[in-house]
């Protein structure tokens, strides 16, 4: 009978009105609009996803304000809305639902591009909109008619937006703002006092003002896309940016990580007698960890340890002004005491909120003994052939570089063939597993005992090993502290 009995046909022809070829035009235009500010919103959130080293949040807002406002472009298009099976209704109030929200992101974008009181200005704005959207969103939920709340909208918009050129004028007024107002938040305000022209039109076309001399249609999208090309500029430009820096502080932490690399030993002293076994594994590129030698014959040499508080270059400025420190005191390295003192001399006053602990040693072997003095540091572990357990030394005194007339005292400590004498910071022992253990001293000790016999190198890095499958530093955990072994090994000089 053909397709005038279809009943679907019937259907299909009576939700979808005929429309002349400048609506279908217009529509088609619109959509395509909301295609196009989807893509946009896509791609600020891939481009905040994938950025490796800096994630701008003005992406998040760019993304959230384009996917709201694309959304309202396509539920206020009968030929998108014709594709469903929904009352009218329900698009009335989705609609009605963005257009309270719609404002949220751009608020923030604007808070993120802003400082001073045009921050405060936009702080409060967001308060204010933020209300009035929760109030739009109830009293329609509650049904109150979404045309009278569209008049309210409409009122209210006008309002915030004459607040809002009134604070900007007001402010223009001020010397040198203009100078004190960033690029980008110009760039943005252009653009969107062009979008607000298309908004003002709208709303006034909404209200019946001047109704003849205003387009039929919609036209606030093409004010929007003006202000998305503006927004999308500051925010690609935002995130560049970061990424150039970034760039260029990841370079100077490589170079200050191979400058502190060439101020630790690049070998460690050769005695008949002594084996001596070091490894330094920081937390980051550069860290607040030192050790050195003073090598004063074949028979005899200083080692030192040392601690900075905090991580990163401040720890490893202080840190290189330790090693000028103890270059000095070669003439003293024979009194453990004497050196500490003196290279707290040289730290105090130097700065104010770090301070050093420290450990040093002298070893004579042609004497059989060995001068331990430390300040403020973990205790020294030995381990004796004549003992069955390991000892801790500790003799400490105060850290250095924070208090000028500090004193330190040393301990003589006999040694022989087989004794092996270990020196660590405490990112050794403080390390933590996933339940919040500390890899403990206890541990250390029990390692010290139980590998007395295996050569000082392998000592270290098993030790290590261990220290790094314990607290899952070797898997998924990032290490938390800087981490230095010293281990020096007695053996028999015939």
């Given at each position: 009978?053909?397709?005038?009995?279809?009943?679907?046909?019937?259907?299909?022809?009576?939700?979808?009105?005929?429309?002349?070829?400048?609506?279908?035009?217009?529509?088609?235009?619109?959509?395509?609009?909301?295609?196009?500010?989807?893509?946009?919103?896509?791609?600020?959130?891939?481009?905040?996803?994938?950025?490796?080293?800096?994630?701008?949040?003005?992406?998040?807002?760019?993304?959230?304000?384009?996917?709201?406002?694309?959304?309202?472009?396509?539920?206020?298009?009968?030929?998108?809305?014709?594709?469903?099976?929904?009352?009218?209704?329900?698009?009335?109030?989705?609609?009605?639902?963005?257009?309270?929200?719609?404002?949220?992101?751009?608020?923030?974008?604007?808070?993120?591009?802003?400082?001073?009181?045009?921050?405060?200005?936009?702080?409060?704005?967001?308060?204010?909109?933020?209300?009035?959207?929760?109030?739009?969103?109830?009293?329609?939920?509650?049904?109150?008619?979404?045309?009278?709340?569209?008049?309210?909208?409409?009122?209210?918009?006008?309002?915030?937006?004459?607040?809002?050129?009134?604070?900007?004028?007001?402010?223009?007024?001020?010397?040198?703002?203009?100078?004190?107002?960033?690029?980008?938040?110009?760039?943005?305000?252009?653009?969107?006092?062009?979008?607000?022209?298309?908004?003002?039109?709208?709303?006034?076309?909404?209200?019946?003002?001047?109704?003849?001399?205003?387009?039929?249609?919609?036209?606030?999208?093409?004010?929007?896309?003006?202000?998305?090309?503006?927004?999308?500029?500051?925010?690609?430009?935002?995130?560049?940016?970061?990424?150039?820096?970034?760039?260029?502080?990841?370079?100077?932490?490589?170079?200050?990580?191979?400058?502190?690399?060439?101020?630790?030993?690049?070998?460690?002293p050769s005695l008949k007698g002594l084996e001596i076994a070091a490894h330094y594994v920081p937390m980051s590129a550069v860290a607040g960890d030192f050790y050195d030698f003073l090598l004063v014959d074949e028979k005899r040499v200083?080692?030192?340890?040392?601690?900075?508080?905090?991580?990163?270059?401040?720890?490893?400025?202080?840190?290189?002004?330790?090693?000028?420190?103890?270059?000095?005191?070669?003439?003293?390295?024979?009194?453990?005491?004497?050196?500490?003192?003196?290279?707290?001399?040289?730290?105090?006053?130097?700065?104010?909120?770090?301070?050093?602990?420290?450990?040093?040693?002298?070893?004579?072997?042609?004497?059989?003994?060995?001068?331990?003095?430390?300040?403020?540091?973990?205790?020294?572990?030995?381990?004796?052939?004549?003992?069955?357990?390991?000892?801790?030394?500790?003799?400490?005194?105060?850290?250095?570089?924070?208090?000028?007339?500090?004193?330190?005292?040393?301990?003589?400590?006999?040694?022989?063939?087989?004794?092996?004498?270990?020196?660590?910071?405490?990112?050794?022992?403080?390390?933590?597993?996933?339940?919040?253990?500390?890899?403990?001293?206890?541990?250390?000790?029990?390692?010290?005992?139980?590998?007395?016999?295996?050569?000082?190198?392998?000592?270290?890095?098993?030790?290590?090993?261990?220290?790094?499958?314990?607290?899952?530093?070797?898997?998924?955990?990032?290490?938390?502290?800087?981490?230095?072994?010293?281990?020096?090994?007695?053996?028999?000089?015939?």
């Amino acid at each position: 009978m053909g397709d005038a009995w279809n009943p679907s046909a019937l259907l299909l022809a009576q939700a979808v009105p005929t429309l002349s070829r400048s609506e279908l035009r217009w529509q088609f235009a619109t959509i395509a609009a909301a295609v196009a500010i989807l893509t946009i919103a896509f791609a600020a959130i891939a481009l905040f996803c994938f950025g490796r080293r800096s994630r701008d949040l003005t992406l998040i807002s760019l993304s959230l304000l384009c996917t709201l406002y694309a959304i309202r472009l396509l539920v206020s298009s009968p030929s998108f809305r014709s594709l469903f099976d929904e009352p009218r209704v329900f698009w009335a109030y989705s609609d009605w639902v963005i257009t309270c929200t719609v404002v949220l992101p751009l608020i923030l974008f604007l808070y993120q591009v802003s400082y001073g009181q045009i921050r405060d200005f936009c702080r409060g704005l967001l308060a204010v909109e933020t209300a009035f959207a929760i109030f739009g969103i109830v009293a329609a939920a509650l049904g109150v008619s979404l045309a009278k709340l569209n008049v309210a909208n409409n009122i209210f918009l006008l309002a915030l937006l004459a607040g809002l050129a009134l604070f900007l004028v007001a402010n223009q007024l001020r010397p040198g703002l203009r100078e004190r107002l960033s690029r980008e938040f110009r760039i943005v305000a252009a653009g969107f006092l062009i979008w607000m022209l298309f908004v003002v039109m709208e709303n006034l076309r909404g209200l019946h003002i001047f109704a003849r001399i205003l387009p039929a249609h919609r036209v606030e999208f093409v004010g929007f896309l003006v202000f998305i090309g503006c927004l999308g500029y500051v925010a690609a430009y935002r995130t560049l940016a970061k990424e150039e820096r970034l760039v260029a502080i990841n370079k100077e932490l490589e170079i200050a990580r191979r400058i502190q690399s060439s101020t630790l030993p690049q070998s460690v002293p050769s005695l008949k007698g002594l084996e001596i076994a070091a490894h330094y594994v920081p937390m980051s590129a550069v860290a607040g960890d030192f050790y050195d030698f003073l090598l004063v014959d074949e028979k005899r040499v200083g080692v030192m340890i040392a601690d900075v508080t905090g991580h990163g270059v401040p720890a490893a400025l202080i840190a290189s002004m330790l090693k000028v420190a103890f270059a000095s005191q070669r003439a003293n390295a024979h009194d453990p005491a004497f050196v500490l003192a003196g290279l707290n001399r040289a730290l105090c006053g130097k700065f104010e909120e770090h301070f050093v602990t420290a450990a040093y040693i002298f070893v004579d072997l042609e004497a059989g003994v060995m001068r331990y003095s430390a300040a403020a540091h973990p205790p020294m572990m030995l381990a004796s052939r004549t003992l069955s357990a390991v000892r801790e030394v500790e003799e400490n005194g105060l850290m250095l570089g924070m208090f000028p007339e500090a004193a330190y005292s040393s301990v003589e400590i006999r040694i022989g063939p087989g004794d092996r004498c270990l020196l660590y910071t405490d990112g050794i022992f403080e390390a933590k597993n996933a339940a919040q253990e500390e890899f403990g001293k206890s541990r250390c000790k029990e390692f010290l005992e139980t590998q007395r016999d295996i050569p000082a190198a392998r000592f270290v890095k098993t030790l290590l090993d261990k220290v790094a499958r314990f607290s899952g530093y070797d898997s998924f955990r990032v290490q938390e502290d800087d981490i230095t072994l010293l281990v020096l090994d007695f053996q028999d000089c015939a």
